[in-house]
């Protein structure tokens, strides 16, 4: 069994979380972007290099992949998905609860 690096993820996390107001980017609906996602437990998903980060849509104002996370997890905007595909998921995960 791999153990995971909890300790270096936990450095990071506190950085994130001491970042001011003024740090915190701002996002829209239909944007790609890399987040923190951290070092999980179990099955969770975890992010990736020494960022942890992971691709996200943000498909609502507030962010998620089936998870709310702040914002200050924010790395960097990749893209703007084209409209009408992002309409499409859109409609296609409103029936899922995403709190």
Not at 6 to 16: A, G, I
Not at 18 to 38: N, R, Y
């Amino acid at each position: 069994m791999m153990m995971k690096d909890f300790d270096t993820w936990n450095v990071k996390k506190k950085q994130l979380d001491a970042q001011q107001s003024d740090a915190i980017l701002f996002f829209k609906e239909g944007e790609v972007w890399w987040v923190h996602f951290g070092l999980n437990i179990g099955f969770e998903m975890n992010g990736k290099g020494n960022e942890f980060t992971r691709p996200v849509l943000i498909i609502k104002n507030n962010i998620s992949q089936m998870k709310n996370i702040d914002s200050r997890r924010l790395v960097k905007k990749m893209c703007t998905m084209e409209r009408s595909i992002f309409k499409d998921i859109q409609r296609k995960t409103s029936r899922v609860n995403f709190g």
